[in-house]
């Protein structure tokens, strides 16, 4: 191993924990002002109904919004078709030696991160 190697390992860990410390934080702040938006959504119908503004069928909201996440879920979960042309295992060949040498390190570093900027966020 030389000192152009050592370095190149050290920028990949440090990039990828800084920007999964940033990523981590982003997300959580997103999902904290969603969650506040929708609950004075929902608090609002509740006081326009007990304000007897509107009508809210609270049971018809809950199976719309639980189908609305099991959409969400079933599209989180898809994966993409795996095709078997020549071009493609050459594609794969080099992408799993590009990972071997490269998104180890990256992906693990940057998921360190992530875990850390979600908590700290």
């Known amino acids: 191993m030389s000192f152009d190697n050592i370095s190149s390992y050290a920028a990949t860990l440090g990039g990828g924990f800084f920007v999964g410390i940033v990523i981590g ?9 969603v969650a506040v ?6 608090a609002g ?14 049971n018809k909201l809950q199976t719309v919004s ?5 959409t969400v879920a079933n599209l989180t979960m898809q994966t993409p078709g795996i095709s078997a042309s020549s071009s493609d295992i050459h594609a794969a060949a080099t ?7 490269f998104g180890i390190p990256l992906t693990g570093s940057m998921s360190a991160g992530f875990t ?3 908590f700290k966020g």
């Open 25 to 33: 934080y982003a997300v959580k702040k997103v999902i904290k002002i």
């Open 37 to 42: 938006i929708v609950g004075l959504f929902l």
């Open 45 to 58: 119908l509740a006081y326009l109904q007990s304000q007897q503004i509107a009508s809210i069928n609270w």
């Open 66 to 70: 639980e189908g609305a996440l099991a």
């Open 95 to 101: 992408a799993s030696i590009a990972m071997t040498s």
């Open 116 to 118: 850390i900027g979600f």
